[in-house]
């Protein structure tokens, strides 16, 4: 005898009518046919905002497995496309191979409506719904569904713990009967500053259309001043490209600023959270109801499969947090590119498109050439990089210094040296990385003092034998690996010195043998743990700055490349930069002009210690990660004295200078303040911070967001990397050399098992 298993929450309510909610009471109605499901709407049935909704292919295929008949009239009913288009400075360029379905908000709504009647859901319009809590006495589940201003969320917020941030731009969203047949993206450059459209079809005659801007843009334009008509001409006359004369309508349209929301937890007892309730991402990359209507896929799916509601909850918050997690920072960063548009927009027309597509980091080079071959073809003609060249394989000049490739084998501690000597270990480490193809490789931070060391394992150049030991490598590399770049990064560890090998316990003091610290204001790295620094007196900077030199010009004579002064992670001369570690009253504090004079002086002793044909970059830190420490602003700025002083390049990369930071990880999370940097400072940047594929590397280098790129984890996995990477992309062009040695190994090995 077959035993039918109990069904998971008998009773159910959903607040909230939109797609999430409605495909949720879909579902579980269509798992479960005698379980009662109510849905509460306080709208009428067609009162929705917005015009039209985009799904994925693979949304479509979730929704097709999980009731094959809302799949079915979706399919009837939606537009299909594959091209985008980029309109700017009177061209357009199309790209095509993307993939989009779309339809009407209130197409889609109705199709749910007639779902949810057939399987005998309850759909009460017009009817607030009952508090949460009280619907959670009489219920065995709430699903909140209620959007981006969640009255449930709010209500029980102590518990949901909801983050909300607004951003800054302002948007609407209107419509146009227009017959379009590509995600469209213009641009307009106004005396207001720069406004974007976002526009798509819904049917075969209308299109959804977003008009959006900078707050500042929006006030100077006077649209927060202008009545619907006024705003909806400026907008129209704008983008006139896209409209060709056909008039903008509104539906319970209002400009807003786009909100964030993020929350601690997604269930509360036996009510849940779903959709824009749960989560939000910015609508340029398209994801709001694709995300609720997954989110319902999922619910109910636990639900059908679990013991208990509790179970479900939680296994259905397990699997979707991830992915909302991820398709977050997707959005965030496209958001924040198109936040930051006027950045951009000077760019080349090929390489602004190929800038704008890629914004995300979810869209590469690798699958836009997959595509649309010719559009990226044409994106590198534009930028001179030759055929059949991955843009990674490009050579790169700094100063007098030709780097063959645009990777960079990131600085790395390794914590392994013996009175600041580097040994057998270094010239294997370094030495195999160099042989592994990459342009140029990078010593770990070599420390100018031994008071200066991070750890009693930290390299030195501040006596006779490093400087032989240094020779030995350089040596090494020059010989073996002809053509790959040695560079040197000097530092001094200022309060964040005198700790443990960091397998041993990161910033952790040592049990015995501490030296005393310095730094720019006696502030320990960690009260109570670290010690107190004495902060820098004015013959303590002169005597910094001459070993800065002595090690500089000990460098030279070893026989290094390229030499970077390490201005970041909280070390001495970052802790001269952050506001949040300089607390000086003396001409070396107070506004930024003052906390930039001493690392502008010892960058002006090196650059003059260092031979003139040999280039010099800087390491930043060119955001705290912490309120009211540098900004990207002040990266800006930083970047833009360095580079006056005669800096060549910039290597930027974040936060570790408070040990409170709060960073925004993600992939490649700090290229977006190396693109802001090299586009308004107008300098050379490394990029770096999780940038692990060759992929990324070429997509960041074709959208000119960065002249080289630095990987530090990956070439731990791999010395080899680079020319991985070549093998990978089939290219045997100069760019990737292989040692003479190795050439046999040039292929990949073949898997598996051949006759």
Known sequence: MTTVPAVTARRVAVVGGGPGGLYAAVLLKRLAPDR?????????????????????????????????????????????????????????????????????????????????????????????????????????????????????????????RPTVTTHRC?????????????????????????????????????????????????????????????????????????????????????????????????????????????????FSIGSGTKLAVEDAVALAAHLHDAPDVPTALAAYEAERRPVVASTQRAARASMEWFEDLAVHTGGPPHRFAFDLLTRSRRVTHDNLRLRDTAFVAAVE???????????????????????????????????????????????VHLGA?????????????????????????????????????????????????????????????????STRLMWEGIDQPLPHGNWPLVAASPLPYRPGVNQTPHPVTPDGLAEIRQQFVRSAEAAARAGFDLLELHCAHGYLLSGFLSPLTNHRDDAYGGDLAGRLRYPLEVFDAVRAAWPADRPMTVRISATDWAEGGTTADDAVAVARAFAAHGADAIDVSTGQVV?????????????????????????????????????????????????????????????????????????????????TPYRAGSRKPPTGRRA
């Open 659 to 739: 040990p409170d930071e709060r960073p925004d990880f993600g992939r490649s999370y700090q290229t977006p303040f190396a693109d802001r940097i090299r586009k308004e400072a107008g300098v050379a940047v490394i990029a770096v911070g999780a940038i692990s594929s060759w992929d990324d590397v070429n997509s960041l280098i074709l959208a000119g967001r960065a002249d080289l790129c630095a990987l530090g984890r990956p070439h731990l996995y791999d010395p080899h990397w680079t020319l991985h990477a070549a093998a990978d992309q089939s290219y045997t062009g100069p760019g990737a050399p292989w040692p």
């Open 381 to 427: 003609e534009e930028a001179g990089i030759p055929p059949g060249t991955p843009p990674m394989f490009t050579p790169f000049r700094l100063r007098g210094l030709r780097l063959r490739n645009r990777v960079v084998v990131s600085p790395m501690d390794m914590y392994s040296a013996v009175d600041g000597t580097p040994g057998d270990f270094h010239l």
């Open 36 to 160: 009662e499901v109510t849905v509460w709407e306080r709208n009428a049935p067609d009162d929705t905002f917005g015009f039209g909704v985009v799904l994925s292919d693979e949304t479509l295929g979730g929704i097709g497995s999980a009731d094959p008949d809302v799949h079915a009239a979706l399919a009837r009913e939606m537009v299909r496309w594959d091209a985008i288009d980029v309109v700017h400075r009177g061209r357009t360029l199309t790209c095509g191979g993307h993939g989009f379905a779309a339809l009407g908000r209130h197409r889609l709504l109705h199709l749910l409506h007639e779902r949810c009647r057939a399987l005998g859901v309850t759909l009460r319009f017009r009817t607030p719904a009952p508090p949460a809590a009280a619907l959670a006495r009489t219920h065995d589940l709430v699903i909140a569904a209620d959007g981006v201003n969640s009255r449930t969320r709010d209500a029980h917020r102590a518990h949901f």
């Open 170 to 282: 302002r948007y609407i969203w209107l419509a146009a009967d227009l017959a379009l047949d590509a995600f469209r993206f213009e641009i307009a450059e106004t005396p207001h500053g720069v406004m974007q459209l976002h526009a798509y079809p819904y049917s075969r005659t209308a299109g959804t259309v977003i008009v959006e801007m900078r707050e500042e843009v929006w006030r100077r334009a006077a649209l927060d001043r202008c009545d619907e008509k006024s705003a909806l001409d400026q907008c129209a006359d704008r983008f006139a490209a896209t409209l060709h004369g056909s008039p903008l309508r509104t539906n319970h349209s209002a400009w807003t600023a786009f909100r964030t929301v993020v929350n601690a937890h997604w269930s509360h007892g036996n009510i849940v959270l779903l959709g824009d309730a749960a989560h939000t991402a910015h």
């Open 433 to 497: 990385r160099a042989l592994g193809g990459a342009g140029l490789v990078m010593t770990e931070m070599v420390c100018v003092s031994p008071t200066g060391r991070i750890t009693p394992g930290c390299t030195g150049m501040y006596a006779p034998e490093h400087e032989r030991a240094w020779a030995r490598i350089t040596g090494f590399v020059h010989d073996q690996a002809p053509g790959t770049a040695l560079g040197i990064q000097l530092g001094h560890s200022g309060r964040k010195g």
